[in-house]
């Protein structure tokens, strides 16, 4: 019995909350055993991630509950911008705070807006935010005087390996738990804090429906020998770099928060590409993890571009400027 529980796939976008492995082994492996991976169109994008560049894998997250607390979105020349948006203003749904701020990002040219808590009493805002505080202050920001720049970045696949109400994947003895599985318990916009739900609740299902069934399995087959041949130089350790940095780009350019089908058709197009490159480097090198990183996030990259583009509708996370909203999401 094997268990898939890789986490998520933040790191094929440019700017991401999620650690740097989370580059969605499972999906693109179970993708490659022709396994079936659901719903990766549906990403979440966290709308107030702290702006600092050279710190995007993973960006430090500055929590909703700073806009809970009465912060205020703005753009950096002070004006607020949510009344535009939604009546909720700054504590709308992620969704439509992150799309707010994709939109006046690109309206203005710039590359963040701001969170404001400067009228907020600064000893209670450092009592209740002590480390946004401190790492906010370790750049050279006094969240209590200044502007804090924030911008959305990738948070949370939603999708993942599909599986059953007892963790069981489409192919035989496999299994998949948390953020990589597609449980279809998140739909296509997830809440916040029921993450926690895939991977506590699905693991001990998988666990008791594994014992149980573990002595049906015949365990004679041959598992392959780990290919660990070939040479790396130091030229091919650059072409691996460059193509994680272009997965990266082409992602956020045009598969990211707002989407359309001339972008999606761009991403695909130019991932075609780096697939092929990949595919050829990996069978001449050396399967470093480097390389098998960067052909997996490759595959999840394309099996995102491909569901997104197969979606001709906005739904939950998934947002594009050529279909209409779907009813549910005009209310
Ligand atoms: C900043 C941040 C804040 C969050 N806040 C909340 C919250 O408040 N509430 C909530 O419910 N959720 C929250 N989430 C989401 C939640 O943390 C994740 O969805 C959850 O931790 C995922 O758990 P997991 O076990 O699936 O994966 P992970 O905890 O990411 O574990 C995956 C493990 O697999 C390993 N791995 C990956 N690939 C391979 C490989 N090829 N071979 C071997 N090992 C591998 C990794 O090293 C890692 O140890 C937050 C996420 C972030 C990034």
Aim: some cysteine.
């Amino acid at each position: 019995v094997t268990l898939m529980c890789t986490g998520g796939c933040g790191a094929v976008y440019q700017t991401t909350t999620n650690p740097i492995i989370a580059t969605g082994d499972g999906e693109a492996m179970v993708y490659r055993a022709k396994g079936t991976v659901k719903d990766m169109e549906f990403v979440q994008f966290h709308p107030t991630a702290l702006y600092h560049p050279g710190e995007t894998h993973p960006a430090f997250l500055i929590t909703e509950a700073m806009r809970g607390y009465g912060g205020i979105l703005r753009l950096p020349n002070g004006e607020s911008f949510m009344e535009k948006y939604d009546k909720r203003l700054s504590l709308a749904p992620r969704d439509i705070v992150a799309r707010a701020i994709d939109k006046e990002m690109k309206i203005h040219g710039i590359d963040h807006v701001c969170l404001d808590v400067t009228h907020k009493n600064p000893e209670e805002t450092k009592k209740h935010f002590p480390n946004i505080y401190q790492k906010c202050k370790s750049i050279g920001i006094d969240i209590t005087t200044d502007y804090i720049p924030v911008r959305p970045a990738a948070h949370y696949m939603c999708g993942g390996i599909k599986v059953d109400l007892n963790g069981q994947s489409s192919i035989e003895r496999l299994y998949a738990i948390g953020e990589c599985s597609c449980t279809g318990l998140h739909g296509g916009n997830r809440l916040a804090s029921n993450s926690l739900i895939e991977a506590v609740v699905y693991a001990d299902a998988a666990a008791k429906h594994s014992l149980e069934h573990v002595d049906e399995y015949d365990f004679n087959d041959k598992v392959p020998e780990w290919n660990d041949e070939g040479t790396m130089t130091n030229e091919e350790k650059v072409l691996i770099t460059q193509s994680v940095k272009e997965v990266g780009e082409i992602m956020s350019n045009y598969v990211g928060i707002v989407r359309s089908d001339l972008r999606l058709k761009r991403a695909w197009d130019r991932l075609d590409l780096l697939y092929e490159e990949t595919e050829a480097l990996f069978k001449r090198v050396k399967a470093s993890r480097d390389i098998c990183e960067l052909r997996n996030m490759i595959n999840v990259g394309y099996l995102i571009t491909r569901q997104a583009i197969e979606r001709k509708e906005c739904r939950g996370l998934h947002y594009t400027t050529d279909y209409p909203l779907h009813a549910y999401d005009k209310k």
